[in-house]
Every structure is written in structure tokens, then in C-alpha cells.
Nanobody, 121 residues
Framework: QVQLVESGGGLVEAGGSLRLSCAAS????????MGWYRQAPGKQRELVAH???????NYSDSVKGRFTISRDSAENTVYLQMNSLKAEDTAVYYC???????????????WGQGTQVTVSS
């Protein structure tokens, strides 16, 4: 059974930082790419970053230079370090198990429960 458990969201002032965590079952984590998505009210869910099982990363233009995705194989956890946060980063953030091919991430139906990030301006 695939389990993804997210944590680390909260309320932060603009310019601040947060780190999100997503703990996954070992089998899933070691053989798949992982992605972080976000969904703001009234908007579609969007991919913000993904990381392959070999550690190659990719970011959306909206977060490039501010967010960093990483993975810890010993902890079966993927992280999203978010710096220089802006009000427009406010959203529910979800992690996902997927496949990455030639720089493109393909999501699956396995999602975490989501964690709220609110950035006050």
C-alpha cells in the first residue's frame, strides 16, 4: 500500500521560509520520482518541483531559485525547502509518486493528504 504523509506547512510572513516533508513507504520511494504540487483556491493543481530517483531536479518557473526539492533515502522522505516566500505561494501543497522521463514528470493517483501553506503579505 502506498502511503505518503506530509508535514511542515503553516503560516509565515512574506520573505520567510518553510520546509515541507513527505514520508513515503520504502519501496515506492526507492524506485520512483517524487513531485510536489500545490493548489490555490479557485485554481488548478500545479506541479512546482520534482526529483528523480537518481536526484535530478526540475522546477516550475514560478519557484525556480527560491524552492529546493531534495530526498533522503535513509529516511524515505522528500523535502521542499521554500525560501523568499510570497503571498502567491499560498496554497495546499501535495506530494505525489510518479515517473520522470526526459525532464517531464508524470503523476500517478498516489497523493499525500496535503499541507496548508499560508504566506501573509
Amino acid at each position: 500500500q502506498v502511503q505518503l504523509v506530509e508535514s511542515g506547512g503553516g503560516l509565515v510572513e512574506a520573505g520567510g521560509s518553510l520546509r515541507l516533508s513527505c514520508a513515503a513507504s520504502k519501496t515506492i520511494f526507492s524506485t520512483n520520482a517524487m513531485g510536489w504540487y500545490r493548489q490555490a483556491p479557485g485554481k488548478q493543481r500545479e506541479l512546482v518541483a520534482h526529483i528523480t530517483n537518481s536526484g535530478v531536479t526540475n522546477y516550475s518557473d514560478s519557484v525556480k531559485g527560491r524552492f529546493t526539492i531534495s530526498r533522503d533515502s535513509a529516511e524515505n522522505t522528500v523535502y521542499l525547502q521554500m525560501n523568499s516566500l510570497k503571498a502567491e505561494d499560498t496554497a495546499v501543497y501535495y506530494c505525489n509518486v510518479g515517473v520522470a522521463y526526459s525532464g517531464t514528470y508524470y503523476s500517478t493517483d498516489y497523493w499525500g493528504q496535503g499541507t496548508q501553506v499560508t504566506v501573509s503579505s
